[in-house]
């Protein structure tokens, strides 16, 4: 493959990214204006157009009346307010569409004309297209549980939507970090230790958004608007309270632990993220590895300032939405980051 043809890839798989994040941003919209459970049926084929007709807006209504949600806390909705609710959940899903076409419509042109020759790189489109079409099911799947019997989704499959969300742009990162900079750096002394401490980084990253969508899910964001204590206490009785009662289980469902660890596992990251910068000031870096630091402290900045501006104002659509936005800028650097310190083979 050519250097015209593999940045022409690696553009077209970064505007995937891109949609991907922008698809994440909208879904956090959408969770926060309590949207998301407007559509109660999921047709992924032929659910390109919404309602067209009086008549449609009051037969998906009609739908809508027989979820948990219209029952128990929008019982008292009109047609208009349910609109509402509506566009963004449908906005959402077009998006979800819109990514498969981006993504199917140029690898089926690269293919044909014969400029994916490389067996490596059809691997890894395959397995983006897998991913993209999982993770449409998987928000179905997470729909599905607030449309049984209470009407909020529950916080393991909200977990499981972003993060599978994440995977996939994450490998549309990689993938197209692979085709832009092929070239590995060279070995220097003391890359070994920050080469592992961002492999560790990218572990407690990962755990830090599984955590963020736990106090999303369980709507955690809305107690303790303090920091960096939560209310009067570094360890609320709350808390205490609750691994009393219930265990190892608190740290998954207990609204209280959760946002404690939530708020902790942050501090991690940030000395983390302060060290491995400082740590780069004193190495000879390549221009990549330079740049890659720099973003991921500058990441780190304003990732953890809009955490503690998210907390102490109880969580907003605007603070809650450009947090989640930020969860994903940090991501990047971090995979950036681990990309540019890919060490030349022996």
């Known amino acids: 493959m050519n250097d015209k043809v593999s940045k022409s890839v690696a553009y077209w798989l970064l505007i995937g990214a891109f949609l991907v994040v922008s698809m994440v941003i909208l879904g956090g919209y959408t969770r926060l204006s309590h949207s998301g459970l407007s559509m109660v049926s999921w047709k992924p084929v032929?659910?390109?157009?919404?309602?067209?007709?009086?008549?449609?807006w009051i037969q998906e209504f009609?739908?809508?009346?027989?979820?948990?949600?219209?029952?128990?806390?929008?019982?008292?909705?009109n047609l208009e307010?349910?609109?509402?609710?509506?566009?963004?959940?449908?906005?959402?899903?077009?998006?979800?569409?819109?990514?498969?076409?981006?993504?199917?419509?140029?690898?089926?042109?690269?293919?044909i004309r014969g400029k994916l020759k490389?067996?490596?790189?059809?691997?890894?489109?395959?397995?983006?297209f897998f991913l993209g079409g999982l993770q449409g099911f998987i928000g179905w799947y997470m729909v599905k549980s607030g449309l049984v019997d209470r009407p909020d989704v529950s916080h393991y499959r909200l977990a499981l939507h972003l993060s599978t969300?994440?995977?996939?742009?994450?490998?549309?990162?990689?993938?197209?970090?692979?085709?832009?900079?092929?070239?590995?750096?060279?070995?220097?002394?003391?890359?070994?230790?920050?080469?592992?401490?961002?492999?560790?980084?990218f572990g407690v990253v990962s755990l830090q958004i599984i955590y963020g969508a736990f106090?999303?899910?369980?709507?955690?964001?809305?107690?303790?608007?303090?920091?960096?204590?939560m209310g009067d206490d570094w360890v609320p009785y709350a808390i205490e309270e609750a691994i009393g009662k219930s265990g190892f289980i608190s740290f998954l469902e207990s609204p209280f632990v959760v946002q404690f660890m939530h708020r902790w596992?942050?501090?991690?990251?940030?000395?983390?993220?302060?060290?491995?910068?400082?740590?780069?000031?004193?190495?000879?870096l390549t221009s990549l590895q330079r740049k890659g630091l720099l973003f991921l402290f500058i990441a780190l900045i304003i990732q953890f300032t809009l955490g503690v501006l998210t907390i102490v104002n109880l969580t907003p659509i605007f603070l809650g939405v450009v947090h989640?936005?930020?969860?994903?800028?940090?991501?990047?650097?971090?995979?950036?980051?681990?990309?540019?310190f890919r060490a030349k083979k022996a």
């Open 46 to 56: 032929t659910g390109w157009l919404p309602p067209m007709s009086d008549q449609q």
């Open 165 to 201: 969300a994440l995977l996939l742009f994450g490998y549309l990162l990689w993938t197209a970090m692979g085709l832009l900079y092929p070239e590995r750096a060279e070995k220097t002394e003391g890359d070994s230790l920050v080469r592992k401490l961002l492999y560790t980084l």
């Open 118 to 128: 490389d067996k490596k790189l059809r691997l890894r489109l395959i397995i983006i």
């Open 215 to 229: 106090v999303a899910g369980l709507k955690a964001g809305k107690f303790y608007p303090t920091f960096p204590k």
């Open 81 to 111: 307010e349910f609109k509402q609710i509506y566009w963004p959940e449908f906005y959402h899903r077009l998006l979800g569409r819109v990514i498969g076409v981006v993504f199917l419509v140029p690898f089926l042109f690269f293919l």
């Open 324 to 340: 989640q936005l930020g969860a994903v800028v940090l991501l990047s650097a971090v995979l950036i980051s681990i990309y540019s």
């Open 62 to 77: 009609e739908q809508y009346k027989t979820s948990p949600e219209y029952i128990k806390r929008n019982y008292d909705f």
């Open 265 to 284: 596992i942050a501090v991690i990251v940030a000395v983390m993220v302060i060290f491995l910068f400082l740590k780069g000031l004193k190495m000879s």
